[in-house]
């Protein structure tokens, strides 16, 4: 069992910076696969940032790419998402997810087996 609690959420202008993270209870964490997603408002869960479980492979979308740093500590069980050059399409409701080691898609949001309650990133024009 991993449980998940996102921080770092807030309002911020466009331009802006803002680094999320989630920390993970559970000794084998740095077993599991991790993940971001976001939903804004009236919209799906989409994909933005995965790391795997050593933090050896990286993946971004697109409309994040080069604005968005994904990163972990497992001796610290928390994984990061640093978000500069935000901008107002960026504002959704971020959530942490993770799933163990193993062939997964992690694009895919159904590949994951564990959430957190998600954090508020709010930006500003």
């Known amino acids: 069992q991993v449980q998940l609690v996102e921080s770092g959420g807030g309002l911020v202008q466009a331009g802006g910076s803002l680094r999320l993270s989630c920390a993970a209870s559970?000794?084998?964490?740095?077993?599991?696969?991790a993940g971001w997603f976001r939903q804004g408002p009236g919209k799906e869960r989409d994909f933005v940032s995965a790391?795997?479980?050593?933090?050896?492979?990286?993946y971004y979308a697109d409309s994040v790419k080069g604005r968005v740093t994904i990163s972990r500590d497992n001796a610290k069980n928390t994984v990061y998402l640093q978000m500069n050059s935000l901008k107002p399409e960026d504002t959704a409701v971020y959530y942490c997810?993770?799933?163990?080691?193993?062939?997964?898609?992690?694009?895919?949001?159904?590949?994951?087996?564990?959430w957190g309650q998600g954090t508020q990133v709010t930006v500003s024009s």
């Open positions: 559970g000794r084998t964490f740095s077993t599991y696969n």
């Open positions: 997810a993770a799933v163990a080691r193993g062939s997964w898609s992690l694009y895919t949001a159904s590949s994951y087996r564990y």
């Open positions: 790391i795997t479980w050593r933090g050896d492979s990286t």
